[in-house]
């Protein structure tokens, strides 16, 4: 299954809750979060955020400790375990940022399943306080895509895949994810990969509103149990397609006609 490449968003699609608001909530800061989200950017706000939480005494070991005790469906550990060791590609595209994805990954011992994690930098800085960065910094320039925020285009993420994985061979995509950042890459998937948008979000609402622009397959799953399901039934089909393409293309066997097995020497018969 190297053949399958496998990317996902992580909040509410990994995890079941957005990691961003869940350490801001359990730190008790959600009012000034909220008071401050209309005047700056998301990703911004995230990185002033963290400087308010040092600021006030919380320290990394606090962020870790709450990211630690993130909640997850059950099932989606599975899923992932059985996608990797099926030999699929894991891959995250995230609007979260390195630092809580890699804490919890790491706590949940699966960090080593995912061969690459695309998200905005996120790094401690001398004074012991977390700093989070764009993706893209569109301070310089912008990515130019209007149907991302201004930080990340996950678009412009699964073209660079897309480009790396067309130079190893053919591969085929499954992409997962919840909300109106994963619009974007849904929309440059090819016609043979597979998008699983979870339903009733964001991603799922504006797929609806004109499934053609969707040239994947598009796959809704609901929560962690369906999420598994629907994963591990796709890998199975695309290595079933795979194994039937293997037979047509290399098998050497020729079907003989009728006229041609008549041609053969006939059975002698054997005496009992």
């Not at 990994?14 to 800061?29: A, H, K, T």
């Not at 870790?64 to 099926?86: D, F, K, T, Y």
């Not at 990515?143 to 990340?152: F, R, S, V």
């Amino acid at each position: 299954m190297s053949g399958t490449v496998i990317v996902f968003d992580f909040d509410k699609t990994i995890v079941d809750v957005d990691s961003d608001n869940w350490v801001i909530d359990e730190l008790g800061f959600t009012d000034l979060f909220n008071q401050l989200l209309p005047t700056m950017p998301w990703n911004s706000l995230m990185d002033r955020m963290m400087m308010e939480l040092h600021s006030n005494g919380k320290t990394i070991e606090d962020i870790e400790e709450v990211l630690r005790r993130i909640p997850l469906h059950p099932r989606v550990i599975p899923a992932l375990q059985a996608a990797h060791a099926l030999g699929c590609d894991l891959r995250i595209v995230s609007d979260a940022n390195v630092f809580f994805i890699e804490t919890i990954l790491k706590h949940l011992g699966i960090r080593e399943y995912f061969s690459e994690i695309n998200t905005n930098p996120g790094y401690v800085n001398e004074e012991g306080r977390l700093r989070i960065l764009p993706y893209h910094d569109f301070n310089k320039a912008s990515h130019g895509c209007t149907l991302c925020p201004p930080n990340m285009c996950k678009g412009l993420i699964i073209d660079r895949i897309q480009d790396s994985i067309s130079e190893e061979g053919k591969k085929r995509m499954i992409y997962l994810g919840d909300g109106s950042g994963d619009y974007c890459p849904s929309l440059r998937l090819k016609e043979r990969d597979f998008m699983m948008s979870r339903k009733n979000f964001p991603v799922w609402d504006l797929i609806c509103k004109d499934p053609l622009l969707v040239k994947a397959e598009i796959h809704g799953w609901s929560d962690g149990e369906e999420l598994e399901q629907v994963l591990l039934h796709l890998i199975n089909k695309i290595s079933m397609e795979e194994n039937a393409q293997f037979i047509s293309s290399d098998c050497k066997l020729q079907t003989l006609s009728v006229s041609a097995l008549e041609g053969l020497p006939k059975a002698l018969p054997v005496r009992p």
